[in-house]
């Protein structure tokens, strides 16, 4: 069969997957644009366009009065592959740091949420809430 071709399968449409130009890890596109376009395996930060780091900094009620056709002039300067290398180098930890700690906090809340409700209804006492959290660490 030549290369390409399949016989009964279904192609995968494009874009759907990117590969990290740092890790190499294959990333699914959807996971990389809600972690803010940084590889969730090495932190690398992929390349945002002016309108996707627009849309990063902006909610529904920014920028209405401005137009599409507005936006197309807007110089944007794209600083150099170098200078991007640096500047990744030196925030990526500071971005690891800052995943850790929304990962932590929903589990925390997760913790909380199960929790408190038997803790406030009297299904659960103080003791009980201890040998549960040593269980579950």
């Known amino acids: 069969m030549p290369v390409g071709t399949s016989k009964g399968k279904k192609s995968v449409p494009?874009?759907?997957?990117?590969?990290?130009?740092?890790?190499?890890n294959?990333?699914?596109?959807k996971e990389l644009n809600e972690n803010y376009k940084?590889?969730?395996?090495?932190g690398y930060y992929f390349t945002l366009s002016a309108k996707e780091r627009i849309t990063l900094l902006s909610d529904s009620e920014t920028f209405q009065e401005i137009s599409k056709r507005n936006f197309r002039p807007i110089p944007v300067i794209v600083p150099s592959e170098p200078i991007l290398k640096e500047f990744r180098e030196r925030t990526a930890p500071l971005y690891r740091h800052i995943v850790e700690?929304?990962?932590?906090?929903?589990?925390?809340a997760q913790l909380r949420d199960t929790l408190l409700p038997k803790?406030?209804?009297g299904e659960l006492r103080i003791k009980d809430v201890e040998q549960f959290i040593e269980r579950a660490g």
């Open 14 to 24: 494009d874009g759907l997957w990117i590969k990290c130009k740092k890790c190499e």
């Open 26 to 29: 294959i990333i699914f596109s």
């Open 38 to 42: 940084i590889c969730p395996k090495c």
């Open 101 to 108: 700690n929304e990962r932590e906090s929903k589990a925390l």
């Open 119 to 121: 803790l406030i209804s």
